[in-house]
């Protein structure tokens, strides 16, 4: 009987990987200022030059990162009990939703109606209407819903489904035990294959019926897709063999994505949206030619991070923290920065370089702000400030 090595009491490769995921993502909302596709604000110069390189993100950073929360909730999970972590969920994530909903993301909206619509008011006669849940920001049919959390819609399904498994937690508690563990003992080939198996037929059979919305109550398309990776990472990245298998995975997954990302890009050079439609046969292989790629690329990362990443250091703990206030402010950052400078005609290269800038000083003002003052913290997504321990005892030190 082979005896499985205890987990460690914190997989630091899963916090480098939410880091460099929510710095990709980051990264991603400055890039939709420069391509064809709809976003708030857009540069007077987007053209399709790197969608190339945005669309190999594209199927699997939001799911890696309901993979990761998963996993970090199953570590948060364990120390409490079922109504306790409600709360605490609860109040580390709606406080500074709410609050970025009334004051961190009016701003994206405001300039989303003075570009797209034209709209000449003062961003106070702009907050009034806001606030009013005004409906008649319209272009054609698609009309602006207020208020509304954007970017945020990833924190409001993170505290859904957290909620959701707190009541699963207090019914059956130890349902997800067994489950993990019966999940921790599968081959390392099901661990590949079954999610791209369950990603391709629920983006053939449920993406046609549910686009995605965002909009938490008619998303399911989107529910089906980011509920399962939370739950999986929730279940399974607490068997230790686990992570053995993602290690062993990892050139095949990477040799998977590498390959269906180059069968989606000829697939869409070839059928580009505006164009005829796909063979059906064709239409239907091809959901889950975005399912290997989806899955294939996060298999990769897990196993190339816990490989490689699986060590602490004091930039970590720093990011770890600084992430979720990052998150929060970033894209109004974007967005406003983006306007006011795409007015400049400066050079590209030196427009896209001042607007990355803007946005990382920003995200760290922002957190290095809300870190010390007491009032703003769980604004912004920090918990409270721990206070001092007692001075280190330089015999016990010695020891």
């Known amino acids: 009987m082979t005896v499985q090595p205890p987990v460690p009491a914190r997989l630091f490769y899963l916090d480098w990987l939410r880091v460099a995921a929510f710095g990709l993502l980051i990264l991603y909302h400055v890039g939709m200022f420069y391509v064809t596709w709809d976003w708030h604000v857009k540069s007077d110069r987007a053209g399709p030059a790197i969608e190339p390189l945005m669309m190999l993100t594209n199927p699997w950073r939001l ?8 996993a970090a909730t199953r570590f948060m999970a364990d120390r409490m009990a079922p109504a306790r972590f409600a709360g605490q969920r609860t109040v580390r994530l709606l406080v500074p939703l709410l609050f970025a909903m009334f004051v961190i993301v009016p701003p994206q909206s405001y300039y989303e109606v003075v570009e797209k619509l034209a709209y000449s008011g003062s961003y106070l006669d702009f907050m009034a209407r806001y606030l009013a849940a005004d409906g008649s920001f319209c272009r054609e049919s698609d009309c602006l819903i207020l208020p509304t959390w954007n970017h945020l819609w990833f924190v409001a399904y993170l505290l859904a489904y957290s909620l959701v498994l707190a009541a699963g937690l207090a019914l059956l508690p130890n349902a997800s035990r067994g489950v993990g563990a019966w999940l921790g003992r599968a081959p390392a080939w099901a661990l590949l294959a079954g999610p791209i198996v369950y990603l391709g037929l629920a983006r053939l059979v449920l993406l046609p019926r549910f686009e995605v919305t965002h909009a938490l109550v008619d998303d399911w398309y989107n529910h089906a897709v980011s509920f399962a990776a939370f739950l999986l990472g929730f279940l399974i990245m607490k068997e230790a063999r686990v992570t053995a298998a993602f290690v062993r995975l990892r050139w095949p997954a990477l040799i998977l994505f590498g390959c269906a990302y180059a069968g989606f890009m000829a697939y869409a050079g070839a059928f580009p949206f505006e164009g005829p439609p796909p063979p059906d046969w064709l239409w239907g292989t091809m959901r ?13 990362a897990l196993g190339f991070g816990a490989l490689h990443l699986n060590r602490d250091s004091r930039l970590l703990r720093t990011l770890t923290v600084a992430v979720f206030p990052f998150y929060i402010a970033h894209q109004t950052i974007i967005v406003v920065a983006g306007h006011h400078l795409n007015a400049l005609r400066l050079p590209l290269l030196a427009e896209a370089a001042l607007l990355i800038g803007a946005t990382a000083l920003g995200c760290w003002l922002t957190f290095e702000i809300a870190r010390r003052a007491d009032l ?24």
Do not use: K
């Open 63 to 70: 799911t890696l990162l309901f993979f990761v929360s998963g």
């Open 288 to 300: 889950f030619v975005y399912a290997v790629e989806q899955w294939g690329a996060i298999v990769a």
């Open 376 to 399: 703003l913290r769980p604004l912004l997504g920090l918990g409270p400030r721990r206070p001092a321990g007692p001075p280190l005892d330089p015999a016990r030190a010695a020891r």
